[in-house]
């Protein structure tokens, strides 16, 4: 077996165009996807649940969630041959989604209080940091 | 799940299953017995008192028997890996079985939603709306970059998987059937058996699926699928289209054939048995037989499967006694089932693209 690395615009010139199309069980234990996984540190563990990837070459499966950041590298790789895309952009859950808006909001006054310091428009700043200071509090609970 | 919904001549039934599982903690196939059993402990409260679960099927894996356990693969309300676990996994479903809630299968929590007919857009919706109830009582895996997190790589983004069982025998006599699953293969769809994955084709009953859960919404991957489908249904018309014309005799000698041996037989195994109802059903969608005869050749299908044949038996039938328990069965059936008449043989079949007779869920 050859194995071999293409950009996508190479794949599509090459005819390669559904890579979703191996069987799973020639990904995840054969020889591409697989030894990629191996080559970081194959003793790694999960620190939340003490999964390693001999257990995935094994198995398929992954332990937990946290899983998919103590093995991150392998799995970009594995991920991209399989699916559509690298990045979801379908459902987000409402807790993900309050947290991102506030994240959002967070970095609005951020930027407003640095331009309002730099303007030197210190009434503005003062009610900023207020702001910033009730919204660090809701972020937290 | 029978005789109605869009598209019922083709499309038996839709459904749309969700992945989930619980942050930081451990896959239930990774999980120890203990953790396990504290997950489901989590989990299953917070499924039962669910609106949609309100006079709910709630049962732990290893309270049900085996044959209950089959029965409910049959009936595609729990899948055959489920079905082999035990301890710590428990299945919750609605009276009119049309959702079904599994709890430490893969993941730790399989939602999925069934409909007659091709309804994938109304299957998503409901189990949406499950997912978007639990949610706020439960914290789910969940990344920003990768979506929703599940046991198998393959699940992960929406953890959606959508399929729809199709009834292709215009295709399979034809000899077209092949093309058909090449082409839906190569766009990233898993064509697959009656049971799901690395089951045979038996009954003329093939399953589509997405194959993909990452990079594309939710709404993208049913449209898409949908669109393919339908493409399947026109091709499927065609098909018996050019049987009529074409290839009458043939058709006709299917069908004599079929009901010949379903009416007479002694002893009939389950793959032939679903595979000249199929013809019949064929010959029910042609006008061959009455279109009132459609629902009890809906209900042969189910109820012939080993384990319905076994729980309506009420005892445990060897392989011979199973085939000899289901010939009489569809001989009793059958009784009333006028022989095919092929002057009622219509050259443009009703299509059934309306909604079919009702429009249940």
Redesign the interface.
């Known amino acids: 077996m050859q194995k071999v690395n293409l950009c996508d615009a190479c794949s599509k010139e090459k005819g390669v ?2 890579p ?2 191996f069987a ?1 069980a020639d990904l995840l234990l054969g020889i591409g996807a697989a030894e990629e996984i191996e080559k970081g540190a194959s003793t790694q563990k999960c620190p ?2 003490g ?1 390693s990837q001999a ?1 995935f070459k094994k ?8 899983c ?1 950041v103590t093995f991150a590298e392998g ?1 970009n790789t ?2 991209k041959a ?10 987000l ?4 989604h309050r947290a ?1 808006e506030l994240n959002h909001r967070m970095r609005n006054l951020t930027e407003n209080l640095q331009k309002a310091v730099a303007e030197e428009n210190y009434e503005t700043a003062a009610s900023l940091r207020d702001q910033i200071k009730q919204l660090e509090s809701e972020i937290a609970t | 799940m029978r005789g109605e919904g869009p598209h019922y001549q083709v499309v038996i039934s839709s459904r749309v299953r969700l992945a989930r599982n619980l942050r930081n903690r451990a896959f239930p196939g990774w999980a120890k017995k203990a953790e396990r059993i504290s997950i489901l402990d989590l989990i299953r409260p917070r499924v039962e008192e669910l609106t949609e679960m309100q006079d709910s099927f709630s049962e732990s894996l290893q309270e049900l028997s085996a044959l209950e356990r089959q029965v409910l693969v049959e009936r595609h309300l729990i899948s055959r890996e489920h079905a082999a676990k035990g301890v710590g996994s428990a299945v919750v479903m609605n009276r009119r079985q049309t959702l079904s809630i599994m709890i430490n299968e893969e993941d730790h929590l399989r939602m999925q939603s069934i409909r007659s007919g091709l309804q994938l857009k109304q299957a998503f919706k409901l189990v949406d709306k499950i997912d978007s109830a639990l949610e706020s009582k439960l914290e789910f895996a969940y990344d920003q970059r990768l979506g929703y997190l599940t046991a198998c790589p393959t699940n992960v983004g929406t953890g959606m998987r959508a399929s729809a069982m199709l009834h292709l025998p215009g295709l399979v006599l034809s000899e077209l059937i092949n093309q058909v699953i090449q082409a839906v293969s190569k766009i990233g769809l898993a064509v697959r058996g009656l049971y799901g994955e690395g089951t045979e084709a038996m009954g003329n009953l093939f399953q589509i699926s997405n194959q993909t859960t990452l990079g594309e919404k939710e709404d993208e991957i049913i449209n898409r699928l949908s669109k393919v489908i339908e493409t399947i249904i026109e091709k499927e018309h065609d098909a018996r289209q050019v049987l009529l014309q074409k290839k009458s005799n043939t058709l006709w000698d299917q069908i004599g054939r079929a009901y010949g041996v379903l009416t007479y037989a002694h002893a009939m195994a389950s793959k032939e048995a679903l595979n000249l109802l199929s013809i019949i059903k064929l010959g029910v969608d042609l006008g061959a037989f009455p279109e009132d005869r459609r629902l009890p050749i809906d209900e042969l299908f189910i109820d012939i499967q080993p384990a319905h044949l076994q729980k309506s038996s009420q005892q445990k039938l060897n392989a011979e006694e199973r085939d000899h328990l289901r010939a009489q069965i569809i001989r009793e059936r059958l009784k009333l089932f006028p022989k095919p008449d092929i002057s009622k043989m219509a050259r443009e079949s009703g299509d059934g693209s309306t909604a079919g007779p009702s429009n249940n869920e």
């Open positions: 165009q559904d979703t199309g799973l939340v649940c999964f257990d198995t398929g499966r992954l332990g937990c969630s946290a998919y799995l594995l991920l399989m699916h559509k895309g690298t990045e979801h952009v379908g459902k859950p409402q807790r993900a991102m």
